[in-house]
C-alpha cells in the first residue's frame, strides 16, 4: 500500500494524539490504531493488527529504555515475564493465521469493551475517593525478587517483595497471545 502524502501526513497526525492517549491511559496503542487502520485506510485486519504490533513494540521498548534509566524496572522479573509474554505472542499470532476475520472482529470488540469498562470503572472510583490498586509494601525483603526504587515524591527509597511470580508467568502468557 502505497501512501500519499496526506495519508501520510494523517497518520503521522493520528499517531501522535494515539502515542498520547495511549501514555495517558496506560494503554499500547493498539486499541486506537487497528481501527483506524481498519476504517480509516482499508487495510485488511490482519495487516492492521500487525502494524499495531511493530508501532506498540518500538513504543514499548522506549517507555522501558526510560524506565530503566529511573530504576522503575525489576530486571530479574522482567525477563521472566518477558520470555512468556514472547512465547504468547507467538502462539497468538499462529492461531490468528487460523481465524477467520469475523472472529478477529468479534474477540478485539469483546476484548476493548473489557479495557475500557475497567479503565471507566477505576476511574469512578477515583472520582467516589476510593483507592485504586493500593498494594502492601513489607518493611524487610529477601526474596529472589526483591527489589527497590527511589520514590520521585518524596526522594526516598521503597523496598519491597515481588509476590504470586509463579502466578504471573501465565498471566503474561495469556497477555501475550491477546496482544
Known sequence: MLLSPSDF??????????????????LGGGIFIVPLLYFGFNLPMHEAIACSLLCITAASMMSAMAKVRTGMINIRLSKMLEISSILGAIFGALVLQALNVRVIKVMFITITTFMAWNMLRDSFKKLRGKTVNQYFIPENTSGEYADSYEDKSDGKTVVYETQNVLRAVPVSLGSGMLS
Open 9 to 26: 501526513l494523517i497518520l503521522l497526525t493520528c499517531g501522535f494524539f494515539i502515542s498520547l492517549l495511549g501514555s495517558l491511559f496506560g
